[in-house]
T-cell receptor, first 115, second 111 residues
Framework: DAGVIQSPRHEVTEMGQEVTLRCKPISGHDYLFWYRQTMMRGLELLIYFNNNVPIDDSGMPEDRFSAKMPNASFSTLKIQPSEPRDSAVYFC?????????????FGDGTRLSIL | GQNIDQPTEMTATEGAIVQINCTYQTSGFNGLFWYQQHAGEAPTFLSYNVLDGLEEKGRFSSFLSRSKGYSYLLLKELQMKDSASYLCAVRGDYNTDKLIFGTGTRLQVFP
């Protein structure tokens, strides 16, 4: 079975540019999560969706960040304008509704560098 | 507030046993997860505990004490490939699927 698929794997861009990260969750999973990981702060939840609806975006750092999930198989995380402090690894994860022991499955991440 | 504490780094020798501790203070509790993350890779699920006690899965075991807000991951017969970061994560409130992650413990296994 295909896992969570993220693209691009690496992104290097200049400050001020728009960045779009993409995620395809595992088929049948109805939860999708966006995380950011840095050495200093570890893994932080940015936003999560249930059945394509944003449930909690309290982790989104500021208005420069936005996320959408237009359908069950695709989500984007956009940063506009980007800043050097946004440099991090961004992970997407998905899970299915059910018992509380359902783990989240992570994609390989996008390593983002803002110059 | 929500807080999860883990040691930053640990070292151990191949073939030995190592215990990685995790303490948590969250507004609710509906389970604790352990994930393994190799450098440059995605976190992968290792174990889940919701009731007090020990859950064993091959060389890895995980223990939970809800009254103490404490868990540990026990790795036996260490192998070089076990060198990785180990992340503790708690599902807090009942009406949420959010996980709160600790900053992880980087384990280095030496020959």
């Amino acid at each position: 079975d295909a896992g969570v698929i993220q693209s691009p794997r690496h992104e290097v861009t200049e400050m001020g540019q728009e960045v779009t990260l993409r995620c395809k969750p595992i088929s049948g999973h109805d939860y999708l999560f966006w995380y950011r990981q840095t050495m200093m702060r570890g893994l932080e939840l940015l936003i999560y969706f249930n059945n394509n609806v944003p449930i909690d975006d309290s982790g989104m750092p500021e208005d420069r960040f936005s996320a959408k999930m237009p359908n069950a198989s695709f989500s984007t995380l956009k940063i506009q304008p980007s800043e050097p402090r946004d440099s991090a690894v961004y992970f997407c994860a998905s899970s299915r509704t059910g018992a509380f022991n359902q783990p989240q499955h992570f994609g390989d991440g996008t390593r983002l560098s803002i110059l | 507030g929500q807080n999860i504490d883990q040691p930053t780094e640990m070292t151990a020798t191949e073939g030995a046993i190592v215990q990685i501790n995790c303490t948590y203070q969250t507004s609710g509790f509906n389970g604790l997860f352990w994930y393994q993350q190799h450098a440059g890779e995605a976190p992968t699920f290792l174990s889940y505990n919701v009731l007090d006690g020990l859950e064993e899965k091959g060389r890895f075991s995980s223990f939970l004490s809800r009254s103490k807000g404490y868990s540990y991951l026990l790795l036996k017969e260490l192998q070089m490939k076990d060198s990785a970061s180990y992340l503790c994560a708690v599902r807090g409130d009942y009406n949420t699927d959010k996980l709160i992650f600790g900053t992880g413990t980087r384990l280095q296994v030496f020959p």
